[in-house]
């Protein structure tokens, strides 16, 4: 790789804006665009005047809704940006985006501190290695506590947080910081785009010198060479303290906490000075490994070896697709040839485009480190591999999450059913998370997705995007099955002879539950002498995997069970691998109607923020949509109640809930796996 080269990929950063609904991440997007002259007026969430929220949905509801990719440039650096959903049912938009990304901004309220979908993208970070820092917003507010937001990140998250920054004001007099690193003051005046710099105030001098104190201290505990220095010199340096907090954050072992009000536009330069001083350039992360033909392969983020990018969203018009990539390494250019590797085709680059939201600039080609955008592509999806066709290589794609809330659909005139089934076909290309199939009793077609207002995206883009109108069912959740109590030594013989080569299996299961809290399936072989042969025994596995497919008690996947093979026999002409197949699906059937089966219902983790005056009035209604009470606590005039409710029950709980306060309270969910259920749940 050339100086140069190095010189490049060292000036950018791939960085995700991850938070809670309404923390503020789209205006700080905003601002940022702002501040780096990208845009020059500032959008606004409630007019419907931002550049990433620029769906008709999302300006309607005022959220975020799709992963919208921009770039902009600060101090020399380019800054490729992707604005993230906070609400839960959109998790499968961050999880995708988190895949590709190098480095995150985590924003919190400084009202309300880590919120549950705050907690939940923060874990998501955490799968996927991705370095942040945190920035917390809206100091503005009445009730804002930048010490207290910092202690619910140290209770909550778990990280060392590393306050760099002292406000200046509070609350309604919030006019700046003191930066900590550097010892000086930044101060915002009314109306001004950027901040005054100058010394530190008399009376919060103390104050600044003894957080300085606190915030070497920490350091030095995460840091040799902070330390060493702390301990000989009694304190540490400027340079050695920006080292040392760059060295942290792309560990792991610490957060850089930055604090600000993103809608006055206070805070925002020194949060891209953060970003371009302690997050990851694509030069700071190991490299991308993937495979091919079962051997393990590296690919270094250098435009100089071969191609390979991940196809992260796929956006299919009527005018064509637009498949967004992450280029990990090499180079492509328009007109390039390139192999997808896990369709095993060939495709053509037709334009590389930069993303800047809905408006695109062409550029003549991307490296190693870009996020682009192309058009062209026929096959890839999100997730997709693309390399060079003489170098192929298959990236892990992002993980999907199972759907769990599921609506029937149908065109309300008859001569829409065609243009409703490609219309769903191309929702599903652009958003995985959705699934599309045929229920086999009704004929209806059934569309599952996260959450009930994922479902009513669905159907408004399937209205607005391609015209047609839709009736939509009551939402159902997908139940599971699983075994309460198993069956041991279930003989099952398969035997078929209708002329020429018969089939012949006999199998001896037992069935186990894996555990109260385990999800999955688990198969294990304990056939001595021989009895059954190896190859046999992987098809009596993956009899039973097609077995867990339909349970006995209505037809629900099967989960939370350990299957043994304890015994078997063969003949020596009419077995085969498809007949020990057909025994191990079989006789699981046949082993879960012995057994004494469980039904699951999804269960949410649900927060609920309300009047104290209207506590015991929630407290009833939750109570009588089977919900348990997991928590309570006090929060500037409110209540703040946690509770584990059915998934099934929280429809419509968002009107109910604002009839019971009067408009004033507000709740979040989030998925907390599966529960039994009672006994009525199955005819639902």
């Known amino acids: 790789m050339t100086n140069a080269t190095t010189n490049t990929l060292a000036l950018v950063r791939n960085l995700g804006i991850l938070a809670h609904v309404d923390a503020g991440k789209t205006t700080v997007t905003e601002r940022i665009l702002y501040a780096t002259g990208t845009t020059h007026r500032r959008?606004?969430?409630?007019?419907?005047?931002?550049v990433t929220d620029y769906d008709p949905q999302e300006r309607d509801r005022g959220i975020t809704i799709f992963a919208a990719a921009v770039s902009c440039t600060w101090?020399?650096?380019r800054i490729n940006l992707i604005d993230t959903p906070g609400h839960v049912d959109f998790a499968d938009e961050v999880e995708r985006s988190l895949r590709v990304l190098d480095g995150a901004v985590a924003v919190f309220d400084a009202v309300a501190g880590v919120e549950p979908q705050s907690e939940s993208v923060w874990r998501q970070a955490d799968r996927h290695g991705v370095p942040r820092i945190a920035f917390v917003n809206k100091l503005d507010r009445a009730g804002a506590d930048l010490d207290a937001a910092v202690a619910s990140i140290r209770e909550r998250l778990h990280p060392a947080p590393l306050v760099v920054q002292l406000p200046i004001g509070a609350e309604d007099a919030f006019t700046g910081v003191v930066d900590l690193v550097r010892m000086r003051a930044l101060v915002w005046a009314d109306g001004a785009d950027t901040?005054?710099?100058?010394?530190?105030?008399?009376?919060?001098?103390?104050?600044?010198?003894?957080?300085?104190?606190?915030?070497?201290?920490?350091?030095?505990?995460?840091?040799?060479?902070?330390?060493?220095?702390?301990?000989?010199?009694?304190?540490?340096?400027?340079?050695?303290?920006?080292?040392?907090?760059?060295?942290?954050?792309?560990?792991?072992?610490?957060?850089?906490?930055?604090?600000?009000?993103?809608?006055?536009?206070?805070?925002?330069?020194?949060?891209?000075?953060?970003?371009?001083?302690?997050?990851?350039?694509?030069?700071?992360?190991?490299?991308?490994?993937?495979t091919y033909d079962g051997t393990e392969q590296e690919r270094a983020a250098d435009p100089q070896v071969p191609f390979?990018?991940?196809?992260?969203?796929?956006?299919?018009?009527?005018?064509?697709?637009?498949?967004?990539?992450?280029?990990?390494?090499?180079?492509?250019?328009?007109?390039?040839?390139?192999?997808?590797?896990?369709?095993?085709?060939?495709?053509?680059?037709?334009?590389?485009?930069?993303?800047?939201?809905?408006?695109?600039?062409?550029?003549?080609?991307?490296?190693?480190?870009?996020?682009?955008?192309?058009?062209?592509?026929?096959?890839?999806?999100?997730?997709?591999?693309?390399?060079?066709?003489g170098a192929p290589l298959?990236?892990?794609?992002?993980?999907?999450?199972?759907?769990?809330?599921?609506?029937?659909?149908?065109?309300?005139?008859?001569?829409?059913?065609?243009?409703?089934?490609?219309?769903?076909?191309?929702?599903?290309?652009?958003?995985?998370?959705?699934?599309?199939?045929?229920?086999?009793?009704?004929?209806?077609?059934?569309?599952?997705?996260?959450?009930?207002?994922?479902?009513?995206?669905?159907?408004?883009?399937?209205?607005?995007?391609?015209?047609?109108?839709?009736?939509?069912?009551?939402?159902?959740?997908?139940?599971?099955?699983?075994?309460?109590?198993?069956?041991?030594?279930?003989?099952?013989?398969?035997?078929?002879?209708?002329?020429?080569?018969?089939?012949f299996a006999h199998v001896v299961l037992d069935v186990a539950p894996l555990g109260e809290e385990s999800e999955g399936f688990e198969f294990r072989s304990a056939v001595v002498g021989g009895r059954v042969p190896q190859e046999y025994v992987r098809a009596v596995e993956a009899g039973c995997r097609d077995a867990l497919a339909e349970g006995p008690l209505g037809g629900h996947p099967v989960t939370g069970l350990r299957v043994t093979l304890t015994d078997g026999a063969t003949h020596v002409k009419d077995s085969s691998e498809t007949a020990f197949r057909t025994a191990g699906r079989l006789g699981l059937r046949e082993a879960l109607r012995a057994c004494a089966m469980v039904l699951l219902e999804p269960v949410a983790e649900v927060t609920v923020t309300v009047p104290e005056d209207a506590v015991g009035s929630v407290l009833g209604d939750l109570a009588a949509r089977r919900g348990r009470v997991t928590g309570s606590t006090?929060?500037?005039?409110?209540?703040?109640?946690?509770?584990?409710?059915?998934?099934?029950?929280l429809f419509g709980y968002a009107t109910r809930l604002r009839s019971r306060t009067q408009g004033r309270g507000t709740f979040t969910a989030r998925p907390a796996g599966y529960a039994p259920a009672p006994a009525a749940a199955s005819v639902r």
């Open 43 to 50: 959008g606004e969430v409630h007019d419907g005047t931002t």
């Open 75 to 77: 101090d020399g650096h």
């Open 195 to 290: 901040a005054a710099e100058g010394p530190v105030p008399d009376e919060l001098r103390e104050e600044a010198h003894g957080r300085r104190r606190l915030l070497e201290e920490a350091v030095a505990e995460l840091n040799t060479r902070a330390l060493e220095e702390f301990c000989a010199q009694g304190s540490v340096s400027e340079p050695t303290l920006a080292a040392a907090l760059r060295e942290v954050t792309r560990t792991g072992d610490g957060v850089v906490v930055l604090c600000g009000s993103a809608y006055r536009n206070r805070g925002i330069e020194p949060l891209l000075d953060a970003v371009v001083a302690y997050l990851p350039s694509p030069l700071d992360v190991p490299a991308v490994r993937g």
């Open 308 to 389: 390979a990018a991940l196809a992260f969203k796929v956006n299919a018009t009527s005018t064509g697709r637009l498949t967004y990539l992450r280029v990990y390494s090499g180079t492509i250019g328009k007109g390039d040839a390139v192999w997808d590797a896990g369709a095993r085709r060939g495709e053509r680059i037709g334009r590389i485009l930069r993303v800047q939201a809905d408006r695109h600039a062409q550029v003549d080609r991307a490296v190693a480190g870009d996020i682009v955008a192309v058009v062209g592509l026929k096959s890839a999806r999100a997730g997709s591999t693309l390399c060079a066709p």
């Open 394 to 503: 298959v990236l892990e794609p992002p993980g999907a999450a199972e759907p769990v809330v599921s609506v029937a659909v149908e065109a309300r005139r008859a001569g829409e059913t065609d243009k409703l089934a490609s219309a769903l076909a191309r929702l599903v290309e652009e958003d995985p998370s959705l699934v599309v199939r045929t229920d086999p009793e009704t004929g209806q077609t059934v569309l599952s997705g996260m959450g009930e207002l994922h479902l009513e995206v669905a159907a408004e883009k399937l209205r607005r995007s391609h015209g047609i109108e839709v009736n939509v069912g009551r939402p159902r959740v997908s139940y599971r099955e699983t075994v309460g109590r198993g069956v041991s030594g279930l003989v099952f013989r398969h035997v078929k002879q209708d002329g020429g080569a018969g089939q």
């Open 634 to 649: 006090a929060r500037g005039g409110a209540a703040v109640i946690t509770a584990t409710v059915p998934l099934a029950e």
